[in-house]
């Protein structure tokens, strides 16, 4: 009888440690850095409508104080609904204006957490996305024309992303993205498959105020005269979390939203003040 | 003849013995009976929830405690609807006494005995007891709620379902859900051990319940042994000019109410999307707008809560006098204050 009352004594004293929580939350505040995805994932039954902007060039020759910087403009333009699964498996379906040679986009995603930093256990969070786009926009008329869709698979891209991102205080996170991307249909000098490696951070500033930023580099830009250059991506980002919004204003050198776009079409050359402001607003409701 | 005299008597006999045997069991303290039960059976009028102990079931009080936890059961095999996808009934709560007193509704009592008893310390009144008390919704509730407390005032079911319409912002409940939830109430209800009867008051009650005593009286005497209303007064929030900003606060207290009250909603798995923890953002922040009549200053959002929107229907239940008084406030500013840069 004793035997059997120290067994049960133990079981709910290791059934308690094991359940104590030692999940390190809010890496970052939303399920983006800037462009890319972070580790965050929204919980089960969480819908999160998010939109997007990405005004014109800043400065340079379609920039400054004509287009009131570049407000004047719209670059990309995202509206979007991502939906919690469960707390480690979200979905989301994203409308892009188009940024890049593609119109018109139409974007799926799946993003799974497998690894959460925890105090006592992993050091870091692993999470998966990938990515499925399509674009409606007419197929072109001139053959040579990365547009000119000869049927639906070359409408097609896909791109596939790994998160592995630290919290290392409460006001100090880092996100490492290596990314790859795959388009169905490319310009005749343009590569089918693009990897970039990416880095991200987010620096708190108080409570409701945080500075981001986010940075890749792209490894197989097409080197020819043929094509506009390709330029790594970057951006910087205030974000403000009023509590029910997250309301970020950024400046970045991509036009377009999307892993598909943001990679390997940045063709902003920031050196001559083609940057752009932007801002996402993000909105979670409970279903 | 004879045969049927003996046989009268026999039976009277039979009945007479098994009427004292019985009675002698009948110690409500030494089976920790249901006050409810007792005061029924002293012949105090039935309340409109009172379900006699012969048609409640375990198996229906478990849907109904399910229902209160997590806001569904499992019934045939299948999950039942939810009925709030914002709040659970334990979101503001308690299932448990709270009070070390049931005759006395003091925050700072209860402030110490839920330290010590590790439970959480909610907004609003806990269902422990639930059903001895005579009314609901009470005192100041008219002010947030208006016409719709009147039947809820008298009528435990209508509290029931005016907290599951209003309060938790979801659906009515089905009629069986209700009578889970009323069953489940009244399993939680207080218990004659509960009661802080001295011996010779014990006495009393025994004797009431074999008819040797004044059951009027005793009557009286069990329900002074816990209030029959959780009362209500609402605060304004304190002007800017007379906040003590913590000064007179004790922040020892001050940490047991950000830890079992704050922390209870605002914690990251928490019910809200607006998220705070034991950090010194989090204090900063606090810190900065307490001395400010803004939404994020303590002093305000303590006193007035939020109130639930289109679009965005969780919302913070504002905080009375009797749930948290007015030194707990700077108590909690003073722990803010030793936390924050």
Known sequence: MKKQLYILIFLIVSFNASSQDTRVFNTF??????????????????????????????????????????????????????????????????????????????????????????????????????KINAT???????????????????????????????????????????????????????????????????LQLTKMIGVIGEYHFVFNKPETTNHPPVFDPFGFAVEFNTGGHIFQLNITNSRGFGEAQYIPSTFSDASAGQVRFGFTISRIFKL | ???????????????????????????????????????????????????????????????????????????????????????????????????????????????????????????????AGVVNRETWYNDDYSKKYGSLVAPARDTLRNAIHLCAVQCSQGRALEDWEMEAMVQYFLSIGHDMNDLALNEDEKEKVRLALNGLGDEKAVIDLIKSKYILKSPATFM?????????????????????????????????????????????????????????DAHFSVYNIIRKGTYAKNGYKPYMPNYTKERLSDQQLEDLVAYINSMAN
């Open chain 2, 1 to 127: 003849m004879k045969y049927t005299i003996w046989g009268i008597l026999i039976i009277a006999g039979g009945i007479l013995v098994s009427s004292f045997s019985n009675k002698k069991k009948n110690d409500p303290f030494k089976d920790n009976e249901k006050v409810l039960d007792i005061l029924v059976s002293l012949g105090d009028k039935r309340p409109l929830h009172y379900i006699a102990p012969k048609n409640r079931s375990s198996e229906i009080v478990s849907h109904g405690k399910n229902i209160a936890f997590n806001g569904f059961t499992t019934k045939d095999g299948e999950e039942t609807k939810i009925q709030s996808k914002h709040f659970v009934c334990t979101d503001c709560h308690n299932m448990v006494q709270e009070d070390p007193d049931l005759a006395v509704a003091d925050p700072e009592a209860r402030l110490k005995y839920a330290a010590k008893m590790n439970i959480p310390l909610l907004p609003a009144t806990t269902m």
């Open chain 2, 236 to 292: 304004y929030p304190q002007k800017k000019e007379n906040r003590k900003l913590g000064e007179n606060g004790n922040p020892e207290n001050g940490k047991k109410i950000f830890e079992l009250s704050c922390l209870t909603c605002h914690k990251e798995t928490g019910v809200t999307n607006y998220k705070l923890n034991s950090t010194t953002l989090t204090f900063n922040h606090l810190k900065y707008w307490s001395s400010k």
């Open chain 1, 136 to 202: 409606a926009m007419p197929a072109s008329l001139d053959s040579t024309s990365p547009t000119s869709f000869t049927d639906f698979t070359s409408r097609i891209s896909y791109s596939y992303q790994l998160l592995i991102a630290r919290k290392f205080s409460e006001r100090f996170s880092l996100q490492l993205m290596p990314t790859f991307v795959h388009r169905n249909y490319v310009a005749f000098y343009d590569n089918n498959q693009t990897a970039a490696l990416g880095a991200g951070f987010r």
């Open chain 1, 29 to 130: 505040h939303t399920t983006r850095v800037i462009s890319s995805h972070s580790t965050e994932t929204l919980w089960k039954n969480e819908l999160d409508f998010r939109v997007g902007h990405r005004f014109g060039d800043i400065a340079g020759t379609n920039g400054g104080p004509s287009t009131m910087f570049g407000i004047d403009n719209s670059s990309d333009i995202a509206v979007g609904f991502e939906y919690g699964v469960t707390n480690l498996f979200n979905i989301g379906l994203t409308r892009y204006k188009g940024a890049g040679p593609y119109r018109q986009l139409f974007e799926g995603y799946a993003k799974y957490k497998f690894i959460q930093q925890k105090t006592d256990k992993s050091p870091v969070s692993l999470v998966g996305v990938a």
